[in-house]
């Protein structure tokens, strides 16, 4: 296919990836505030966006240590009992991920994000079970849906901007849709700003799997684990080279 934008539909595998990169890493309060900012980056997000309108009205993302899986915990490394964590709600910034520190900063209570790896490391906000909530679509259901797109298997590699604003995707496996059929195999890359692109999804299946993950962050660097994913789902109008 010829680069353009197309109409792509997404595994749960990728739902993974985009969820972690582009909502979970920037959600992260310390990174907003700029204590990243010399390390591992900054972030689109700002205090001022809580509240307001940056996806569509059918992504709804999720922190969840309370779920069984390898990021699982039920009082944070502060004391603070777990509990879900609804980033975006119905499109909507809703929470940011925060500790006992960075919470103080802005007049609110810890969310109970504070993990360390190790005893002898600082508890800084991360990420735990991040996940797109699941919709009311059949993944097949949506392909048939799709006139004309690009269906997305799984990935070789990402790159994200510091700000976690830019994205760019490799297409490991992925298939043309012509009709609502899958056709030839295709491979390019997905390029994405986040924003837009969580703006764009307007179909999300019923299908939700978790992956698991070690995710790096702080100084000295930190890997704690956790898990990412989501159901099938699909974007409009995404940009394909």
Not at 62 to 74: K, Q, R, S, V
Request: glycine letters at 10%; hydrophobic letters at 35%.
């Amino acid at each position: 296919m010829k680069p353009g934008l197309y109409d792509v539909v997404f595994s749960p595998e990728l739902a993974g990836i985009f969820v972690h990169e582009s909502v979970g890493h920037p959600f992260e309060l310390d990174r907003i505030m700029g204590r990243e900012g010399a390390e591992a980056g900054e972030s689109y997000m700002s205090l001022e966006d809580l509240g307001k309108r940056i996806a569509s009205e059918h992504v709804t993302i999720i922190d969840d240590p309370t779920i069984e899986a390898y990021g699982f915990y039920l009082v944070d490394e502060e004391g603070v009992p777990a509990r879900p964590r609804r980033l975006i709600d119905r499109g909507v910034a809703s929470e940011f991920l925060s500790n006992r520190e960075y919470a103080a900063y802005v007049g609110r209570l810890s969310n109970a994000a504070a993990r360390a790896s190790e005893f002898d490391k600082e508890p800084i906000p991360r990420m735990s079970n991040t996940y797109l909530a699941p919709g009311d679509w059949d993944p097949e259901e949506i392909i048939r849906d799709t006139r004309r797109g690009i269906y997305v298997a799984s990935y070789t590699e990402w790159n994200i901007d510091d700000r976690r604003e830019y994205g760019r995707y490799g297409i490991l496996e992925g298939y043309v849709i012509e009709d609502g059929e899958l056709k030839e195999p295709v491979l390019g890359f997905i390029e994405a700003e986040s924003r837009a692109f969580w703006s764009s999804v307007d179909a999300v299946g019923k299908d939700l799997k978790l992956y698991i993950g070690t995710c790096g962050k702080g100084n000295p660097s930190q890997g704690v684990p956790v898990t990412f994913g989501g159901p099938t789902f699909r974007a409009r109008g995404i940009r394909v080279v």
